[in-house]
């Protein structure tokens, strides 16, 4: 059997990411509006401010899979000013997109998605796109995306005491976690690690994944959603059935990080 091309994987992903959605979309769909302003495990976010964020990251997804140079100058002249004044411009577009009308802000979010499926998907697929961190081609800025809606999803559901069944979904979001572990280190002032990790993991189904070279001395083992709950700093690391073997996946679970930006906090140990 072939591989699949590149603009197959990217179909794929497309797929995923509008699934993802649609499970985020039905926990908050049905709210009344007093429930949007339910607080979420995120320190100061409500359910509205985990929509707005992705609403928010949506819009910029779209800018600049469409107009690579208008996102670099867009983003140029408001960050600039925000970080100047000493805003964080990841906190102010989720404070101002969550101050709108519940109704509102699910149109919002439910229009930037679909620009991102269509703005991706016209990408050609070896082209990159710029962003907050490093630069992405469209498969990898999908994937970030369902990581993200995945993630504050997560949040979402703990708030309102949810439960979402784990799905295939994950195993993108596992890939993106180990790929992502020299990141995590840069983040921290450390070196990247030289030596390889190798992650097998317990699929939803009951199946395998694996990730890295077989008989690497690093090793990550346990269930794949509970890597992906790290990786996205959505549970404390004393709260997962992970077992790290070898120096560097013993150091990199602490700081693991799949998202762009500043070192999270992540979050603190259930009593």
């Given at each position: 059997m072939t591989d699949p091309s590149a603009a197959e994987v990217l179909h794929g992903l497309l797929a995923d990411l509008r699934a993802e959605s649609a499970v985020l979309d039905a926990l908050v769909a049905g709210l009344p509006a007093e429930e949007w302003a339910r607080p979420t495990p995120a320190e100061g976010w409500t359910v509205?401010?985990?929509i707005a964020h992705l609403a928010w990251t949506d819009d910029w997804t779209a800018l600049a899979a469409r107009d690579a140079e208008g996102f670099t100058a867009a983003t140029g002249e408001r960050f600039g000013g925000l970080l100047a004044?000493?805003?964080?411009p990841v906190e102010q577009g989720a404070r101002e997109g969550a101050a709108a009308e519940p109704a509102a802000l699910l149109d919002r979010w439910r229009a930037g998605r679909e620009?991102?499926?269509?703005a991706l998907a016209a990408v050609p697929?070896?082209?990159?796109?710029?962003?907050?961190?490093?630069?992405?081609k469209p498969a990898?800025?999908?994937?970030?995306?369902?990581?993200?809606?995945w993630a504050h999803g997560q949040d979402v559901a703990d708030a309102l005491g949810a439960v979402r069944e784990p799905t295939a979904?994950?195993?993108?979001?596992a890939h993106l976690g180990l790929r992502t572990l020299g990141f995590a280190f840069t983040l921290h002032g450390r070196p990247a690690p030289q030596a390889p990790v190798r992650l097998e993991l317990t699929a939803p189904d009951g199946g395998s994944w694996t990730f890295g070279p077989d008989g690497a001395a690093d090793l990550v083992t346990g269930p794949a959603l509970d890597f992906c709950l790290l990786v996205t700093q959505?549970?404390?690391?004393?709260?997962?059935?992970?077992t790290a073997t070898g120096p560097v996946a013993t150091a990199w679970l602490?700081?693991?990080?799949?998202f762009a930006g500043a070192p999270g906090k992540g979050r603190q140990p259930a009593l």
């Open positions: 509205a401010h985990q004044a000493g805003a964080d620009q991102v499926q269509a697929a070896d082209v990159k796109l710029p962003w907050f961190g490093p630069p992405m990898s800025m999908a994937t970030a995306r369902l990581m993200e809606t979904r994950l195993r993108h979001i959505r549970r404390h690391r004393d709260d997962l059935a992970l602490p700081i693991a990080q799949a």
